[in-house]
């Protein structure tokens, strides 16, 4: 299957995540995703993020961020 759109699937990845209330969420690598979470954790959207090399293309693993009200 290919993707058309890595940000859309990016996002859908970590909302679907965000409600399951995972700890983490892991997303297809690209040059383009990095920059956008290096700018949600910098604002402080996300708590972290890390590259995860295998053979292909990567994973970015995003560890989400939950406020206690």
Known sequence: MSRTDLIADA???IRN???A???NADVPAS?????IFEILKRE???D???LI???KQGVLRIYLKYEDL
């Open 53 to 55: 090399e295998d053979k």
């Open 21 to 23: 209330k995972k700890d």
């Open 44 to 46: 402080n959207y996300i």
């Open 31 to 35: 040059n383009t995703l990095k920059s």
């Open 17 to 19: 995540a965000n409600l």
């Open 11 to 13: 996002f859908t990845i």
């Open 48 to 50: 972290n993020f890390k």
